[in-house]
């Protein structure tokens, strides 16, 4: 018998109430362990990669007393957000129910609370914060390390954890970090233990569904799921005022300048890697010269930010 799967990829609550969203599958959850082979590594991406959703199915929301039964959609994700006014100051636990052909389960999230943070930490994932060769020919690069290479092997950029947990410790505020992808949902646990195992700050981490979509590219960036969700991450945290890390391999620094344009006193601060894009990254010192609207930093190392704040913080 197939085992139902409740899979949580974000649980949080803020001043605007309570977001859920996961996804509703039957089959075998993949777990990458530090030993595992190459051909364990691709075994594991194939699962990921074959998973069969539930779509259209109920799932029912039990807190406390009140219970709200919501659906999966055509790719089986639930996506549920219950107002501050219909919650209770002090969270009973959260419950999601499912059934299928008799079997029942039912999961209990641990939801994160992000009331009173008001300073928040947008990081691209791909070439920001993980070697993945987005520029490679064709990404063979991509392909090869996301099928071969299990999540203990993969290689973070140099200093960068160093420079979130520092940008952590120094700021005096709440700070909430969030991890942007434009990967599927489907590595959500393969990604969550590659931040873990390189002790990046815990965050939450919002990818974007599979399909045919992820090798087509739009010129809308607004139409894109990591402008999307930069949104949706700022209107669920209106208190936050914001700093955007980013690398040059792709558009990140638009589609940040994009989000300025929209909500132009909450972004104070982007950061943009050079990822070995020589034209990209003229065009971005071009922008840089012309009297940016926010703080721009163009860098080659985090060590140059570590440095930098440390002897700030010294100061």
Not at 39 to 68: Q, V
Not at 235 to 247: F, I, V
Not at 253 to 268: F, G, T
């Amino acid at each position: 018998m197939s085992k139902l799967i409740i899979a949580s990829y974000q649980s949080m609550r803020t001043s605007q109430g309570l977001y859920l969203r996961g996804r509703l599958l039957h089959g075998s959850a993949r777990q990458d362990t530090s030993r595992q082979s190459f051909i364990m590594s691709l075994w594991s991406t194939a699962m990921r990669a074959l998973s069969r959703e539930l779509k259209g199915h109920a799932l029912t929301i039990r807190i406390g007393d009140m219970t709200r039964e919501i659906y999966t959609d055509d790719e089986g994700y639930y996506d549920c957000h219950i107002p501050t006014s219909a919650l209770p100051e002090a969270l009973p636990p959260v419950v999601l129910y499912a059934e299928l052909h008799g079997e029942i389960i039912e999961r209990e999230v641990a939801v994160s609370d992000h009331r009173g943070m008001t300073a928040g930490i947008l990081s691209d994932i791909d070439d920001t914060i993980l070697v993945t060769g987005v520029k490679s020919f064709l990404k063979w690069r991509v392909v090869i390390n996301t099928l071969f290479v299990n999540a203990f092997r993969r290689k973070a950029q140099d200093h960068a954890a160093a420079l979130y947990t520092q940008m952590d410790k120094l700021d005096q505020q709440k700070t909430l970090f969030v991890y942007l992808s434009n990967s599927p949902w489907n590595l959500y646990d393969y990604l969550q233990t590659f931040l873990k195992h390189n002790k990046f700050p815990k965050g939450e981490l919002l990818l974007r569904d599979f399909g045919r979509h992820l090798i087509r590219k739009s010129h809308d960036l607004k139409a894109g799921n990591k402008y999307k969700e930069l949104i949706r991450m700022m209107e669920a945290h209106p208190e936050c005022r914001w700093t955007l890390l980013g690398d040059s391999a792709e558009a990140d620094l638009d589609i940040y300048l994009l989000a300025h344009e929209r909500y132009p006193d909450r972004i104070d601060r982007i950061i943009i890697r050079a990822a070995n894009n020589e034209r990209n990254e003229d065009r971005i010192r071009g922008i840089i010269g012309d009297s940016a609207p926010v703080s721009i930093e163009l860098i080659d190392s985090y060590r140059e930010l570590l440095s930098e704040e440390l002897v700030s913080h010294a100061a």
